[in-house]
């Protein structure tokens, strides 16, 4: 049976009854590397006679099937950059696809790096417009990968936000300087011109920049510390025999079951380590608010709210690829490979427990204790 594409070009013809598109012929053989091995190929000769009516120039007839000039199977070019970017260096590329049938036929290790001029474009193209997606929860944090970043305190400031539909997606990464104040206005400030609506909470650690840049630029924003790094910080104000107690006293704060058992757990906490480690207290009380204010949102989201935890883990694999590479050759290609180190990670995160609810928290409905309360109508 024909392909329907070309059933429909075939049956095109001419004021005098002659078919436009019409077989003449083959090309010269070539050999196409496929999942399978190496495949000779010998493609139809298509004689086209079609005239585009908005140019006046010739149509040509490009088949879908083997487009012209294709030496490697789409699942091969696929591959290479995936290699690539989690941790298999450009001269190991050809030892290693030798094993298998006809692997690295046509394949040369300078292929490889060319490959970071492609992710900038495909960077270039991610900072598009925002205003069609709106993202109710974002994580904002710095990375450290060891990549060559403009200059030598660098970092990546990286924006993750929960759809209304419950998946998680990459919003933006950029480079900062210490994640500092201006750098983080640079970041947000592009948010908002390319669209990005106010998100319901954010989740970061303690940057003072971050929160002082957020309740400028998106003052409606509810903001939520990072368990993670507090507990980090507030231990090592302490000496080492009592980091351990004050580890589990802080868990038995953000595990409480509902607010009410938070502030007893932390006024405990005040009680038992205020006396002897007051700084340490004090980094604890001074954020309570913003430590427990997961609380007004579904409990089902509260394990995902409380902490950077999603930044973390997939810059976990940043780290591991930019341990092999040494750096990324320029700051541009280095932020290319941050990229599209999330772009792959992305493909394998999973939407939010209770993904139903964000659009509840969107609509304003409001939630006391993780539960969903019920607004009397007048």
């Known amino acids: 049976m024909p392909h329907q594409r070309t059933f429909a070009l075939s049956e095109q013809a001419s004021g005098c009854g002659r078919r436009l598109v019409v077989r003449n012929g083959h090309h010269q053989s070539r050999t196409v590397i496929t999942a399978a091995g190496p495949i000779e190929v010998r493609a139809p000769r298509v004689n086209d006679r079609r005239v585009d009516e908005a140019t006046g120039g010739r149509k040509r007839f490009s088949s879908k099937i083997l487009t012209p000039w294709c030496r490697k199977s789409p699942k091969i070019s696929e591959v290479l950059p995936l290699l690539y970017l989690h941790g298999l260096s450009s001269g190991d590329f050809v030892p290693a696809l030798e094993q ?22 495909d960077h270039a193209a991610f900072q598009c417009d925002l205003s069609q997606t709106d993202f109710v929860y974002v994580w904002a944090d710095g990375a450290h990968p060891q990549v060559r970043l403009g200059q030598a305190h660098s970092c990546v400031l990286v924006l993750l936000g929960v759809r ?3 998946t998680k997606e990459l919003i933006a990464p950029a480079e900062g300087l210490r994640e500092s104040a201006e750098s983080w206005a640079d970041l947000l400030r ?10 319901g909470l954010v989740i970061g650690d303690g940057s003072m ?10 003052p409606a924003a509810r903001h939520q510390r990072c368990w993670a790094h507090k507990a980090r910080n507030v231990t090592n104000a302490l000496s080492k025999s009592a980091q351990p ?22 006024e405990v906490f005040a009680r038992t380590y205020g006396a002897e480690w007051p700084k340490a207290v004090t980094k604890l009380t001074d954020d309570r608010d913003e430590l ?11 394990i995902r709210l409380r902490t950077t935890n999603p930044i973390e883990s997939t810059f976990s694999t940043v780290r591991l690829r930019t341990k092999v590479t040494r750096g990324a050759g320029s700051p541009a290609a280095a932020l290319a490979m941050v990229f599209k180190l999330v772009e792959s990670a992305q493909a394998r995160w999973r939407a939010i427990t209770g993904a139903h609810l964000v659009a509840l928290v969107r609509a304003g409905a409001g939630f006391e204790n993780g539960v969903l309360v019920e607004r009397e109508v007048a």
């Not at 298998?100 to 474009?121: C, E, K, N, T």
């Not at 107690?245 to 932390?266: C, L, V």
């Not at 427990?292 to 509260?302: G, K, R, S």
Request: aromatic share 12%; proline share 6%.
């Open 100 to 121: 298998f049938p006809g692997g690295a036929a046509g394949l040369s290790s300078a292929a490889v790096p060319r490959l970071p001029r492609q992710w900038q474009d």
């Open 164 to 166: 209304l539909d419950g």
């Open 190 to 199: 592009d948010c908002r011109r390319r669209g990005m609506r106010y998100p």
């Open 209 to 218: 920049g971050l929160w002082k840049t957020l309740a400028e630029v998106f």
């Open 245 to 266: 107690g004050a580890a589990k006293a802080m868990q038995e704060i953000y595990n409480a079951e509902d607010r009410a058992h938070a502030e007893k757990a932390i």
């Open 292 to 302: 427990l204010a997961f609380y007004d949102f579904p409990a089902e989201h509260w």
